[in-house]
């Protein structure tokens, strides 16, 4: 993929969260920590709806079933966990996301400029999510709903896309490489996308019926 459209991170600002986390309480009912590492106790006791991380190294943190925005900005994430929540707002930007299970994913959806690796968001709510400049690598997405989502420069390599539902998605400049794509609901929402030989041929009867194309029986 160009340069120009991978994800904007900045790795070494990253590694270089260091100290705990400064929290302040918004105006608006919500929570902010900041610039520093958080802990699962800290976030666990936590009754505000809205969550926000800012520079922050979690690890292991499983979002409160009563929060209802969670955004994360230049944070280093691992073992995050969203099952059981009712999200209504997801933001996600700058960040590198690892080893997450983000199966509670529900209502808007906002990624831009993230790295997802070893994912689990099997039967996730992307509903006319927006992701731009996003990379998702080694990743389980079975079942996700991407139905009427913006794509923009979105790269998914070494990831389980059976089942994905593309209907009336739009993507730009995205690639896929080495995934499964068996299963695949609104395919024609790929076009423009640049695929590998090998994952072409694994949704070859979608895009067929996609196209009005009738496949013989020999």
Known sequence: MDRRRLPRLDLHALDGIHGTAAVAADRDGGVTFSDGAVGAEQVAERTERALRFDGCDLRG??????????????????????????????????????????????????????RLLQCQMTNANLRMAELERVELGDSRLPGADLYGATLDSVR???????????????????????????????????????????????????????????????
Do not use: K, N, W, Y
């Open 156 to 218: 998914f390599e070494d990831c389980d896309l059976t089942g994905v539902d593309l209907s009336a998605a739009e993507l730009r400049r995205c690639e896929i490489a080495r995934c499964d794509l068996a299963g695949l609901r609104g395919v024609a929402a790929l076009a423009g996308t640049r695929i590998g030989a090998a994952d072409l041929v694994a949704c070859a009867l979608e895009l067929a019926d996609a196209l009005g194309i009738v496949v013989a029986d020999e």
């Open 61 to 114: 943190i499983a979002i409160p079933s009563g929060c209802r925005e969670l955004q994360l900005v230049e944070c280093r994430i691992e073992r995050l966990d969203l099952a059981g929540t009712e999200l209504r707002q997801v933001a996600i930007r700058r960040s590198l996301v690892g080893d997450s299970r983000l199966t509670g994913i529900a209502g808007h959806v906002r990624l831009e400029d993230a």
